[in-house]
């Protein structure tokens, strides 16, 4: 069965870097588009970024561009998310979804990024 | 950028009754591109309808999708206890892909 496991939350100070990762299996992971939506404590979800199977597109919310960075390896079945200069509006519980057509018919359990001094 | 309305915010309702939320886009949205999702509390989002009105494997057929342009609604005809949650919807678009509504929660009565 398809699973998507997230890893790699934390605390952090503002400003400081996280590295998220999402562990994908049950599905041929090369053959699909992904994407990280966060949900901040309390709020609803916000799309953050995507990345296309080949790796060849990405994109990025107005919020993230130019501080977080979207890869893959399709070789270890994993997605990632590189987080830089975090900010407090960053915390989130922080989920890859797998992308069917222009939904997301797959999502992991989330990982808890928390940005506070 | 396509702003997602969800009303009510909150509706409270009791099992057996049926359910009606609305979702409406700031600009036509099209029908392929819009997705309706269940959160409980805890757990990650999980989709219910794509495309507007099909629904996504294992969904029960008391849910159901309809709506074109800007007006969309997600109906649950007899509440079970566990359809008690939040309920979203995502509309995909080219200028910023993805986009949700804020929620509308809803809750025993």
């Known amino acids: 069965q398809v699973q998507l496991v997230e890893s790699g939350g934390g605390l952090v100070k503002p400003g400081g870097s996280l590295r998220l990762s999402c562990a994908a299996s049950g599905f041929t992971f090369s053959d699909y588009y992904m994407s990280w939506i966060r949900q901040a404590p309390g709020k609803g979800l916000e799309w953050v970024s995507y990345?296309?199977?080949?790796?060849?597109?990405?994109y990025y919310a107005d919020s993230v561009k130019g501080r977080f960075t979207i890869s893959r390896d399709n070789a270890k079945n994993s997605l990632y998310l590189q987080m830089n200069s975090l900010r407090a509006e960053d915390t989130a519980v922080y989920y890859c979804?797998?992308?069917?057509?222009?939904?997301?018919?797959?999502w992991g359990q989330g990982t808890l990024v928390t940005v506070s001094s | 950028e396509i702003v997602l309305t969800q009303s009510p915010g909150t509706l409270s309702l009791s099992p057996g009754e049926r359910a009606t939320l609305s979702c409406r886009a700031s600009q036509s949205v099209s029908s392929s591109y819009l997705a309706w999702y269940q959160q409980k509390p805890g757990q990650a989002p999980r989709l219910l309808i794509y495309?507007?009105?099909s629904r996504a494997t294992g969904i029960p057929d008391r849910f159901s999708g309809s709506g074109s342009g800007t007006d969309f609604t997600l109906t649950i005809s007899r509440l079970e206890p566990e359809d008690f949650a939040v309920y979203y919807c995502?509309?995909?678009?080219?200028?910023?892909?993805?986009?949700f509504g804020q929620g509308t929660k809803v809750e025993i009565k």
């Open positions: 495309g507007a009105s």
């Open positions: 990345i296309s199977s080949s790796g060849s597109t990405i």
């Open positions: 979804a797998r992308r069917w057509v222009s939904e997301f018919d797959y």
């Open positions: 995502q509309q995909y678009g080219s200028s910023r892909p993805w986009t």
